[in-house]
T-cell receptor, first 115, second 115 residues
């Protein structure tokens, strides 16, 4: 079956530190991969996505590369800010023909960035 | 704002009561999803509509749960005879289902507390 395993949190960093949040997946076929972010008191927002192997998604200084050979989609940012404090979710989903459209989610990784 | 909206944002009810939540998707989106999220967990898929047709239901969706999307626009999720275990955040998402783009956009959620 399909599943997502995400690095456990919480992660605490100082401002301007390098961030990596690991995400690996198990899936049949060729899923799309997503990172969503949930800021305190807000809903889930798409951060970035990749739809095929070797694609790199990027947004707001965050990047993640779809690695089929290692079934991974690790989230990275070179220099975090206090405003990046949030919970980050890795998810996989289906695109294209077929009825199975749901997203399969990791448990989320809480990030706290201290000034 | 033309994002996904949900109503109410918060609901407190007594065990055994019925509750109904509403979701208004982004207007041109033909696909609509319901998820449930409990504290410290990622969202779990509940059900999916394409236009007015309910195409997939999770086994999590017991007989007490029913969802509708009568005109292919807004959707309602009803929980009958609520139980304390139903306490969670109920999330709605919508997407434009074509073959190249299917990002799900989430509403702010309805937080349910069953006493």
């Amino acid at each position: 079956g399909n599943s997502v395993t995400q690095m456990e949190g919480p992660v605490t960093l100082s401002e301007e530190a390098f961030l990596t949040i690991n995400c690996t997946y198990t899936a049949t076929g060729y899923p799309s991969l997503f990172w969503y972010v949930q800021y305190p008191g807000e809903g889930l927002q798409l951060l970035l996505k990749a739809t095929k192997a070797d694609d790199k998604g990027s947004n707001k200084g965050f990047e993640a590369t779809y690695r089929k050979e290692t079934t991974s989609f690790h989230l990275e940012k070179g220099s975090v800010q206090v405003s990046d404090s949030a919970v980050y979710f890795c998810a996989l989903g289906r695109m294209g023909a077929g009825n199975n459209r749901k997203l399969i989610w990791g448990l989320g990784t809480s990030l706290a960035v201290n000034p | 704002d033309t994002g996904v909206s949900q109503d109410p944002r918060h609901k407190i009810t007594k065990r055994g009561q019925n509750v109904t939540f509403r979701c208004d998707p982004i207007s041109e989106h033909n696909r609509l999803y319901w998820y449930r999220q409990t504290l410290g967990q990622g969202p779990e898929f509940l059900t999916y509509f394409q236009n007015e047709a309910q195409l997939e239901k999770s086994r999590l969706l017991s007989d007490r749960f029913s969802a509708e999307r009568p005109k292919g626009s807004f959707s309602t999720l009803e929980i009958q005879r609520t139980e304390q275990g139903d306490s969670a955040m109920y999330l709605c998402a919508s997407s434009l289902g074509d073959r190249t783009q299917e990002t799900q956009y989430f509403g702010p959620g309805t937080r349910l507390l069953v006493l």
